[in-house]
């Protein structure tokens, strides 16, 4: 048996490859890993690579240094699933609701952990109810923090939109080791000291600590949601003009959603299959608030119809309605939006907009909540 | 690399469940007990009444004795497996029964109206807050609803309507679009009896003996003896709400007093999936009932 490690200096350990396929190994007795894997030629644009995550099984097939597209989230939040099996003789939840399995080690940077607190706020607290499928993943998840390093942010291209020290979400807790991107292998700390029994033979201590950003690329400015809801109030948020330059510049596809690390509205619908139509499934997918039909009821009504309108209403949910029911602020700014959206929208630049339209409120209220 | 797999929770997904599984497979009460909130329950349909061409009552059977009946204004999650689940409102319930007053307009909705009694809907529920009697006791209640909104309304409307005493005062405006659209045209009459009915359609025809105007048109009919006593319930479309409350803040009926109900799309009814969200509020959790001067706020 290895000793246990005591103090935060002796938690450091250099692995080579070879040595971090052995760690993956003994990993994967226990564990599903989820990291960011690079998808070669299925990026944006020709010739251009996709970050994101996938199951993996050695070191090589991970990708430490960008920014993925996609978010963990699809980890814990599949983009489709079943809720349930429909036979002729009844109906049968998954089995995921009733075994156990292996454990989720989730490999992800700080603001991707605040974003799955984002989503237990809505799959496991918000109303009486539980998200029973959310839940089962939820239990086996097991954190492996990606170090971003206190210039992580703007270490490379893929990093220039991020804007987590702004949001308060740069640092993180709740994981069992974290992990930094070497020339030859990787950089490990062991914050749950119970993972050292993973560790293989010829691990190196180090006096490796992991480190947090500590500035953004482009700061924002995120505005108090007290001072928002005032201007709300007084009707100078929601009938600001920047509002309508959303209505012709988003298209409505939704990138800026199924990106998100905190987005997680679905709908639900049911299948038949076609080789026996006595058979079927109710399934949910990702479904989000830029997209038409979002808000759709049968008979024809429907909300926030221009697109400068769900902007508004993602804004507000992201930085000010969230915040006002949970405490935080659901955006946690990774800037996978900005990254992902086709027609070069900045959120962050929006949350800037936002709060020159809320300052502007506050120099003229003054501070009598009631004084217009 | 496994990478397309991520979402596919694993081949044994639909395999064969054990004896003593709690998913209620083989049965046709699939999940019950099981704690799973999206799993639904079978009531057989009693009866169906046709309303209009294209509304109709369906009428359960309600175990009254395991639970206790909704209230007017929640609404349940109906399902028909391999169709799909929507969100529907009670029109009325007692001890063994569960009324709906569904309009046909959906691929869920069309596929009950093809059920006959017998069959089965399939439900979760109840959700939302709905309207508490106990509110309105001792007081002047006035409601308004606007075509399918005097579902959401019809229980609340006959409890007190039958029971002389309970309000001081019932007054009863519903609108219609045209006279083939009214609802409940046995109720309406039967109301008359505790209650001030007053039935109005956008577009009459040569038959229709009643008065023709939108909604707000009979507002100003209505008597208030009692301002400090009274309570306004506007259920309907969007439009017919929000011009409706106006016309009786025109009355000089402080917000306050006024209470409507809200519907949104939904796919859950517990706060999970998104869509009803208004502002920080969610429609199935914290509604549909919501008070005039928070609904007004809470813009989409």
Not at chain 1, 107 to 127: K, M, P, Q, S, Y
Not at chain 2, 152 to 158: A, T
């Amino acid at each position: 048996m290895r000793p246990m490690p005591g103090n935060a200096a002796e938690r450091g350990y250099a692995l080579s490859e070879v040595s971090c396929d052995a760690l993956l190994r003994e990993f994967r007795k226990d564990f599903r890993i989820f990291a960011p894997v690079r998808l070669e030629g299925r990026g944006r644009f020709s010739d251009t690579d996709m970050v994101r995550y996938g199951e993996i099984r050695n070191f090589r097939e991970m990708e430490l240094r960008e920014k993925s597209l996609f978010s963990p989230k699809e980890v814990l939040f599949p983009p489709s699933e079943t809720l349930f099996h429909f036979a002729e003789t009844g109906v049968r939840e998954p089995s995921l609701l009733r075994e156990d399995g292996k454990g989720l080690l989730v490999l992800l940077r700080a603001c991707d952990i605040a974003g799955v607190d984002r989503l237990d706020a809505i799959f496991l607290g918000n109303g009486p109810e539980k998200d029973p499928y959310y839940e089962a993943r939820r239990k086996r998840v097991v954190f492996a923090l990606i170090e971003c390093g206190p210039l992580g942010a703007s270490r490379s291209g893929s990093f220039g939109s991020c804007f987590c020290v702004s949001m308060g979400t740069n640092r993180a807790s709740g994981y069992a080791l974290v992990l930094r991107p070497e020339d030859d292998g990787l950089s490990l700390f062991l914050e749950d000291p119970a993972f050292a029994a993973y560790l293989p033979p010829d691990a190196v201590r180090t006096s490796y600590a992991p480190s947090f950003p500590l500035e953004d690329p482009f700061p924002v400015r995120v505005p108090d949601p007290g001072d928002m809801s005032r201007a709300v109030r007084e009707e100078s948020l929601f009938s600001a003009a920047f509002w309508k330059d959303y209505d012709s510049r988003c298209i409505a596809c939704g990138r800026c959603n199924t990106v998100c690390p905190t987005c997680s509205c679905f709908t639900t619908y049911d299948v038949t299959y076609e080789e026996n139509a006595s058979a079927g499934e109710r399934r949910r997918v990702w479904a989000g608030c830029h997209v038409d039909r979002f808000t759709d009821m049968a008979g024809g009504h429907r909300f926030r119809e221009k697109y400068g309108a769900r902007m508004r209403f993602k804004t507000m949910h992201k930085i000010h309605d969230f915040h006002l029911r949970f405490g935080r602020h659901m955006c946690v700014g990774c800037g996978r939006c900005d990254d992902a959206c086709p027609e070069y929208i900045s959120f962050a630049a929006c949350i800037d907009r936002v709060s020159r339209v809320v300052d502007a409120a506050a120099s003229t209220g003054g501070d009598d909540h009631d004084a217009r | 690399m496994t990478h397309v797999d991520l979402w596919n929770d694993s081949p044994a997904s639909s395999r064969e469940c054990a004896e003593d599984c709690r998913c209620g497979h083989g049965s046709e009460e699939p999940g019950r007990g099981s704690g799973n909130p999206y799993a639904f329950r079978s009531l057989r349909i009693r009866d169906i009444r046709v309303q209009t061409e294209q509304d109709a009552t369906f009428r359960l059977e309600w175990p009254g004795d395991e639970v206790p009946p909704p209230r007017s204004g929640q609404f349940f999650q109906v399902s028909l497996p391999r169709i799909g689940e929507a969100p529907l409102s009670v029109s009325d319930a007692g001890r063994d029964f569960l009324e709906m007053t569904i309009r046909r307009v959906g691929r869920v909705t069309e596929g009950i109206f093809a059920c006959r009694p017998g069959d089965a809907l399939f439900l979760r529920g109840p959700y939302g807050n709905g309207f508490d009697p106990r509110d309105f006791r001792g007081r002047h209640l006035v409601v308004a609803a606007g075509g399918t909104g005097l579902a959401p309304v019809k229980g609340l409307i006959s409890h007190f309507a039958s029971r002389a005493g309970e309000v001081t005062r019932l007054d009863v405006l519903a609108g219609f679009k045209t006279p083939g659209d009214v609802l409940f045209r046995e109720e309406l009459e039967v109301w008359k009896k505790g209650a001030a009915v007053r039935v109005t359609v956008d577009r009459g025809t040569t038959d229709w003996t009643g008065p023709v105007g939108v909604i707000t048109t009979l507002v100003p009919e209505l008597a208030f003896p009692d301002p400090e006593n009274l309570t306004v319930v506007v259920v309907g479309p969007p439009l017919m709400m929000k011009f409706t409350v106006l016309a009786f803040l025109d009355r000089g009926v402080p917000l306050g007093r006024i209470r409507v109900s809200l519907e949104r799309r939904m796919s859950c009814g517990i706060g999970k999936c998104g869509h009803c969200k208004i502002m920080d509020r969610y429609v199935c959790l914290d509604g549909p009932v919501f008070g005039a001067a928070e609904a007004l706020a809470l813009e989409d």
